[in-house]
């Protein structure tokens, strides 16, 4: 039996979406849309260029923006402003590293994915608050962050510690922010997105990570969606400076599959 999902009212609402133009964000920004609230989303490209047959309001509530460029993170919060009146949600979304070791990687290129994973997230924050803090009714801020955070991370050294940092820095802001404006953070593990192959192979190396999930399977965009809905409102209302563990379960202990111990027949 299919279960519908009972999206959250946020009528009225004014949700900013960074990276909204496909994978995790594109979800995320419909899943908003679900809840009857008004959705600006932003990416450096134009989502017409992203995503097949967009609607008008789409068309007309994406704002192209590089989210490292303060001047044009301004923009986008000026943007929302100016049109629906409010701004009441920020999902900081827009992020993701290639893979890279350290000792290969260039210092522009490690700058590059901190400023964009931990920088730019702050930068957002910090535009929108300034609007959150004069509201009647505040707001709400909600950073995408990562298991690679939490755990090694080889490959993505400086996502993983931009991460970290991104975590901290929802604490740190749900306090210096409160009671106004509501921080929290949603640490993600691996999502099956258009370009999960990009990160752990073909099909059979997709398959092979979704095992090693005490679920089962990895998160589908929609379970990052609908989180965020829950989060943004009033049911989450005394929820601030909270990280909420989106992961399956996380990953399995390796030494579970390296012991000979407590096996059947031994």
């Known amino acids: 039996m299919n279960s519908q ?48 047959n967009p609607s008008k309001e789409e068309l007309e509530n994406h704002v192209v923006c590089d989210v490292r460029d303060p001047l044009q993170v301004a923009k986008v919060v000026e943007f929302a402003l100016n049109k629906f009146g409010s701004v009441d949600l920020l999902v900081n979304n827009a992020g993701g590293s290639p893979h890279s070791m350290v000792s290969d990687a260039s210092v522009n290129y490690l700058n590059k994915i901190i400023l964009l994973n931990l920088t730019a997230p702050l930068y957002f924050a910090k535009e929108a608050n300034s609007i959150m803090q004069l509201q009647p009714t505040g707001g709400v801020i909600i950073n995408i962050g990562s298991v690679s955070g939490t755990r090694p991370s080889p490959g993505t050294a400086a996502y993983g510690a931009a991460k970290a940092g991104l975590e901290n820095l929802t604490q740190s802001l749900a306090v210096e922010w409160a009671p106004k404006t509501r921080v929290n953070c949603i640490v993600a593990g691996p999502i099956l997105t258009e370009q999960a192959q990009l990160h752990f192979g073909d099909a059979r190396g ?8 005490p679920m089962g399977s990895m998160a589908s965009p929609d379970d990052i969606g609908k989180a965020v809905c829950w989060l943004s409102s009033d049911q989450a209302s005394y929820i601030t400076g909270a990280s909420l563990l989106i992961h399956g379960g996380g ?16």
């Open 5 to 52: 999902v009972i999206y959250p009212d946020l009528a009225g609402k004014v949700a900013i979406v960074t990276g909204g133009s496909k994978g995790v964000g594109r979800t995320i920004a419909l899943s908003l849309g679900q809840t009857t609230s008004n959705v600006v989303t932003c990416a450096r490209t134009r989502l017409a260029d992203a995503v097949a």
């Open 206 to 213: 997709v398959e092979q990570v979704a095992q090693t999930i």
């Open 251 to 266: 990953e399995k202990p390796l030494w579970m599959s390296a012991s000979n111990a407590n096996l059947t027949g031994h």
